[in-house]
């Protein structure tokens, strides 16, 4: 096991089962712990995909929502990587980074570390009733990140939505696109089937 030591990309896969019936399986991601377990490799990973699905086996609507006051979903946020100097590449949801609870207070620039080239915000929960970072809400999170005054180091920066928003996201998108522009960072849209 030495070799996680030097433990350079991580791709992380979760495939949650909503189950009524065995609650012991447990109902939620608890990201704070994902984000401790995380720390122990800041000072070596390079690249970071976290991918999280919430399926039920019953009729149960595991679309409610996240966050300590519902029964499924993620908790709490993986934390602050600034620690972690070597992170070029980061894919993930925001509700993962971020927490389900709406922060005021929150930037970009306290949460990501300055060595990050490319950042993929993930859509896996972008069906879900009540996530607090619709696509609006991260448009003008990342607007804030992309400041003219303090670019940030990106080469790259991809947002997903499901197929048949792309119309409605558009106008959204096409601030955080010119900003892109002005700082030779390239963006996109990406789409996934609802």
Same mark, same amino acid.
């Given at each position: 096991m030495?070799? +996680?030591?030097? +433990?350079?990309? +991580?791709?992380?896969?979760?495939?949650?089962?909503?189950?009524?019936?065995?609650?012991?399986?447990?109902?939620h991601?608890?990201?704070?712990?994902?984000g401790?377990?995380l720390?122990?490799r800041?000072?070596t990973?390079?690249?970071? @995909?976290?991918?999280v699905?919430f399926?039920?086996?019953?009729?149960?609507?595991?679309?409610?929502?996240?966050?300590?006051?519902?029964?499924?979903?993620?908790?709490?946020?993986?934390?602050?990587?600034?620690?972690?100097? @070597?992170?070029?590449?980061?894919?993930?949801?925001?509700?993962?980074l971020f927490?389900?609870? @709406?922060?005021?207070?929150l930037? +970009?620039?306290d949460?990501?570390?300055?060595?990050?080239?490319?950042?993929?915000?993930?859509?896996?929960?972008?069906?879900?009733?009540?996530?607090p970072?619709?696509?609006?809400?991260?448009?003008?999170?990342?607007?804030t990140?992309?400041?003219?005054?303090?670019p940030?180091?990106?080469?790259?920066?991809v947002?997903?939505?499901?197929?048949d928003?792309?119309?409605?996201?558009?106008?959204?998108?096409?601030?955080?696109?010119?900003?892109?522009?002005?700082?030779?960072?390239?963006?996109?849209?990406?789409?996934?089937?609802?």
């Amino acid at each position: 096991m030495s070799w +996680l030591l030097h +433990l350079k990309h +991580l791709s992380l896969s979760f495939l949650w089962y909503a189950d009524p019936v065995n609650p012991h399986v447990g109902e939620h991601l608890d990201c704070e712990k994902l984000g401790l377990a995380l720390a122990h490799r800041a000072s070596t990973l390079e690249s970071l @995909k976290i991918a999280v699905q919430f399926e039920s086996r019953s009729a149960l609507d595991v679309t409610g929502g996240g966050g300590t006051h519902s029964d499924w979903g993620p908790l709490h946020s993986i934390g602050s990587l600034r620690s972690f100097t @070597k992170l070029e590449s980061l894919q993930l949801a925001p509700e993962i980074l971020f927490g389900w609870e @709406k922060d005021g207070d929150l930037s +970009l620039r306290d949460l990501l570390p300055a060595s990050l080239r490319d950042l993929h915000f993930r859509w896996d929960f972008g069906s879900w009733e009540k996530s607090p970072w619709e696509f609006e809400a991260l448009c003008e999170l990342l607007a804030t990140y992309l400041n003219p005054t303090t670019p940030p180091p990106l080469r790259g920066l991809v947002l997903t939505c499901f197929d048949d928003e792309v119309s409605d996201l558009q106008e959204s998108f096409e601030l955080i696109e010119f900003r892109c522009k002005e700082f030779h960072i390239r963006s996109s849209l990406d789409t996934i089937l609802d």
